[in-house]
């Protein structure tokens, strides 16, 4: 098993143009999600998805969106960079536990992305 | 609002040395309490708490949760150079939908 790959490892954007970071697993999580972190203030959830079709907000959400068309791939859009953007990104995946509120397991995090905005 | 923190924020000890991490919560129907370690890569999974007075152990390291007071542990025995890394803790909140992280704890350890 590959795990939770994320693509690009590195990348810099200027300020208003857009870019898609890849998110996969391959191990049949439902629960899928995306941080970020900046220095200090360990990780921020942006957005998560508890199975393909559904996916809500976290704590930090403006100016990203995601989508979960497949249980494998969860990829979070920039539409016009910011420099506030700038932070290391990080996906996650877990399994859940029975029913709507089931308790999340451990989250087997990807390797991460580091975004500078200029 | 969700807010979980953690205290210190750094720790620098020699090596040898105990330490004990501090972690509070304040989330909405808890769920669990997780503490990762993350070193200069993505963090990797230590312990998932979810009843109160039942100490989980891995090697030197240990932790524990307590409810009525709203906090865990994480505990380092004979601390090793190699422990040095972020400690972040994280609870599951609302229903278990999401997890709020901590600021992380810096723990350095001398030689």
Known sequence: NAGVTQTPKFQVLKTGQSMTLQCAQDMNHEYMSWYRQDPGMGLRLIHYSVGAGITDQGEVPNGYNVSRSTTEDFPLRLLSAAPSQTSVYFCASSYRGPGTSGSLYEQYFGPGTRLTVT | EDKVVQSP?????????????NCSYEVTN??????????????????????????KKSGRLSSILDKKELSSILNITATQTGDSAIYLCASGVQGAQK?????????????
Do not use: C
Not at chain 2, 9 to 21: F, P, Q, R
Not at chain 2, 99 to 111: A, E
């Open chain 2, 9 to 21: 924020l750094s720790l620098v000890v020699h090596e040898g040395d105990t330490v004990t991490l």
């Open chain 2, 30 to 55: 808890f769920r669990s309490l997780l503490w990762y370690k993350q070193e200069k890569k993505a963090p990797t999974f230590l312990f998932m708490l979810t009843s109160s007075g039942i100490e």
């Open chain 2, 99 to 111: 997890l709020v992280f901590g600021q992380g704890t810096r723990l350095t350890i001398n030689p």
